[in-house]
């Protein structure tokens, strides 16, 4: 028989656990979904999501594999905790299909509705059907109060519709659809004209997908937005899980490179196999980083870092002229042993000279900062050294752009987690293929911040490959 004492305990520990699942999401999961396999890093994709409710992060993106729980933290279950802390927050749940967003929309309410729920947040209630409130496959409503949860495929409509909690769960549906052009654009154009439309200031969102193209949903976003910074408030915070830990630096993740994100569920040799198999397959289904395979890649190996370091052997910048339709690029390029240091400053197309000299004065280009530019515009070399910056053409010639690709692949490449267009175009810079093998000709039109930082890598370390200084 359990002794009066021992019943009190237990009694005091239940209701311990509920207040720790009120206040903490990482706690509620469990409650909710008892077999529910939490790992380390659900938990931390929970702290994140809940940051996202506190008004801490306002705009999330979420990147993990498939089948390694991401839909059950950020779509199923954290709309009902959600509701629980605040029946009057209004979400929006977004699939690529209407029916996808609609059986998420169940799943909701399956959690709000057992008797687990209801001890946690007795004050959230779904409709009976005999008290006038929503709830159906489209919509619920929350009983006494303004919140509700509204589901909607990528081509559905929000109209009327305000949006506290924007959640889009997987925009596309597949690799197919993801290679479509016309498909891309329908996405981007239902976010930008349907979706942002609905958001006021103390909005939030969490964008959770598969990356299976570089220009998806959240690389148009983050080419956009950019990352989130102190210098950048309006961007996006990036919590990515790759099946294989990388080298790119980050906060939250604490595997040694090359480890299995879940090798209970996922084996290490299961990936590792993928990998072999079907390398582009790996790079954006498992990786999260949507590009060709290596063999393809003028720069296969740069990686990215968190923020320029605060301390370089030598640090120049590499300027690409672009003025009308193609972009001008400003890259400060950091050079340090065998690393090399890239951080996008400018990157704009119709800039006049004027323009963009305010431009470099803005961002904190000095009279004494070395700019190497491209040699192909003397008049706006010269325009820019009247103007008071230090700027030289860069060494063009015979060869010159194999021996530049040459020269930085001789350095790990680093680029900021800020400079979204440096990290799209490097994935996007291939060698023309013939038979399946690589030439030793680049494809134009992906190289403008990339052509900046060769110019400056080249012109001033083209004869030593420990990164001693050239005098000009």
């Given at each position: 028989?359990?002794?009066?004492?021992?019943?009190?305990?237990?009694?005091?520990?239940?209701?311990?656990?509920?207040?720790?699942?009120?206040?903490?999401?990482?706690?509620?999961?469990?409650?909710?979904?008892?077999?529910?396999?939490?790992?380390?890093f659900h938990r931390v994709i929970a702290d994140e999501l809940q940051k996202v409710y506190e008004r801490k992060t306002r705009k999330l993106m979420i990147f993990v594999p498939p089948q390694h729980g991401k839909s059950e933290l950020s779509t199923r279950s954290f709309p009902a905790w959600v509701l629980g802390k605040n029946p009057n927050e209004k979400i929006a749940i977004v699939s690529y299909a209407a029916g996808i967003a609609s059986k998420f929309n169940r799943d909701i309410k399956?959690?709000?509705?057992?008797?687990?729920?209801?001890?946690?947040?007795?004050?959230?209630?779904?409709?009976?059907?005999?008290?006038?409130?929503?709830?159906?496959?489209?919509?619920?409503?929350?009983?006494?109060?303004?919140?509700?949860?509204?589901?909607?495929?990528?081509?559905?409509?929000?109209?009327?519709?305000?949006?506290?909690?924007?959640?889009?769960?997987?925009?596309?549906?597949?690799?197919?659809?993801?290679?479509?052009?016309?498909?891309?654009?329908?996405?981007?154009?239902?976010?930008?004209?349907?979706?942002?439309t609905r958001l006021h200031n103390e909005s939030v969102q969490v964008l959770i997908q598969t990356r299976w193209h570089d220009d998806d949903l959240s690389g148009r976003l983050l080419v956009r937005d950019g990352i989130y910074s102190e210098y950048n408030p309006t961007g996006w915070r990036v919590v990515s899980f790759p099946a294989l830990r990388t080298e790119d630096q980050n906060d939250f993740d604490p595997r040694p490179v090359g480890v299995a994100l879940w090798p209970e569920r996922?084996?290490?040799?299961?990936?590792?196999?993928?990998?072999?198999?079907?390398?582009?397959?790996?790079?954006?289904?498992?990786?999260?980083?949507?590009?060709?395979?290596?063999?393809?890649?003028?720069?296969?190996?740069?990686?990215?870092?968190?923020?320029?370091?605060?301390?370089?052997?030598?640090?120049?910048?590499?300027?690409?002229?672009?003025?009308?339709?193609?972009?001008?690029?400003?890259?400060?390029?950091?050079?340090?042993?065998?690393?090399?240091?890239?951080?996008?400053?400018?990157?704009?197309?119709?800039?006049?000279?004027?323009?963009?000299?305010?431009?470099?004065?803005?961002?904190?280009?000095?009279?004494?900062?070395?700019?190497?530019?491209?040699?192909?515009?003397?008049?706006?070399?010269?325009?820019?050294?009247?103007?008071?910056?230090?700027?030289?053409?860069?060494?063009?010639?015979?060869?010159?752009?194999?021996?530049?690709?040459?020269?930085?692949?001789?350095?790990?490449?680093?680029?900021?987690?800020?400079?979204?267009?440096?990290?799209?175009?490097?994935?996007?810079?291939?060698?023309?293929?013939?038979?399946?093998?690589?030439?030793?000709?680049?494809?134009?039109?992906?190289?403008?911040?990339?052509?900046?930082?060769?110019?400056?890598?080249?012109?001033?370390?083209?004869?030593?490959?420990?990164?001693?200084?050239?005098?000009?």
């Amino acid at each position: 028989m359990v002794s009066p004492l021992s019943e009190i305990q237990i009694a005091e520990s239940k209701l311990a656990e509920r207040a720790y699942a009120r206040r903490n999401f990482r706690n509620f999961v469990p409650v909710v979904r008892p077999g529910y396999d939490m790992r380390w890093f659900h938990r931390v994709i929970a702290d994140e999501l809940q940051k996202v409710y506190e008004r801490k992060t306002r705009k999330l993106m979420i990147f993990v594999p498939p089948q390694h729980g991401k839909s059950e933290l950020s779509t199923r279950s954290f709309p009902a905790w959600v509701l629980g802390k605040n029946p009057n927050e209004k979400i929006a749940i977004v699939s690529y299909a209407a029916g996808i967003a609609s059986k998420f929309n169940r799943d909701i309410k399956r959690r709000m509705e057992i008797s687990a729920y209801r001890n946690l947040f007795p004050k959230t209630r779904l409709s009976d059907g005999r008290d006038g409130y929503t709830k159906n496959n489209l919509e619920f409503e929350i009983v006494g109060a303004d919140g509700y949860g509204y589901s909607v495929g990528v081509e559905g409509a929000l109209t009327s519709k305000t949006v506290d909690m924007g959640i889009i769960d997987d925009p596309v549906k597949d690799r197919q659809d993801a290679q479509s052009l016309t498909i891309r654009e329908n996405t981007w154009d239902f976010y930008t004209d349907v979706f942002e439309t609905r958001l006021h200031n103390e909005s939030v969102q969490v964008l959770i997908q598969t990356r299976w193209h570089d220009d998806d949903l959240s690389g148009r976003l983050l080419v956009r937005d950019g990352i989130y910074s102190e210098y950048n408030p309006t961007g996006w915070r990036v919590v990515s899980f790759p099946a294989l830990r990388t080298e790119d630096q980050n906060d939250f993740d604490p595997r040694p490179v090359g480890v299995a994100l879940w090798p209970e569920r996922h084996s290490q040799e299961k990936i590792e196999k993928i990998k072999k198999d079907s390398p582009v397959t790996f790079n954006a289904l498992y990786q999260q980083d949507p590009k060709p395979s290596l063999d393809a890649l003028v720069y296969p190996n740069w990686l990215q870092c968190e923020a320029f370091p605060k301390y370089c052997n030598r640090v120049v910048y590499g300027l690409d002229f672009g003025f009308t339709n193609d972009p001008t690029a400003l890259v400060r390029v950091g050079v340090d042993r065998k690393a090399c240091y890239l951080e996008e400053l400018i990157y704009q197309t119709g800039l006049t000279t004027s323009k963009l000299a305010e431009l470099m004065k803005a961002i904190g280009i000095k009279p004494y900062d070395l700019i190497i530019a491209d040699s192909e515009e003397p008049k706006t070399i010269a325009e820019l050294q009247q103007l008071g910056f230090t700027v030289l053409p860069a060494i063009k010639g015979p060869g010159s752009l194999n021996a530049g690709i040459n020269k930085m692949n001789e350095y790990q490449v680093w680029y900021t987690a800020a400079s979204s267009h440096i990290a799209k175009e490097s994935k996007r810079y291939q060698w023309v293929m013939v038979g399946n093998k690589p030439t030793n000709i680049p494809v134009e039109g992906h190289d403008h911040a990339l052509d900046a930082a060769r110019y400056a890598v080249y012109t001033l370390f083209k004869q030593d490959s420990f990164g001693e200084i050239e005098v000009y």
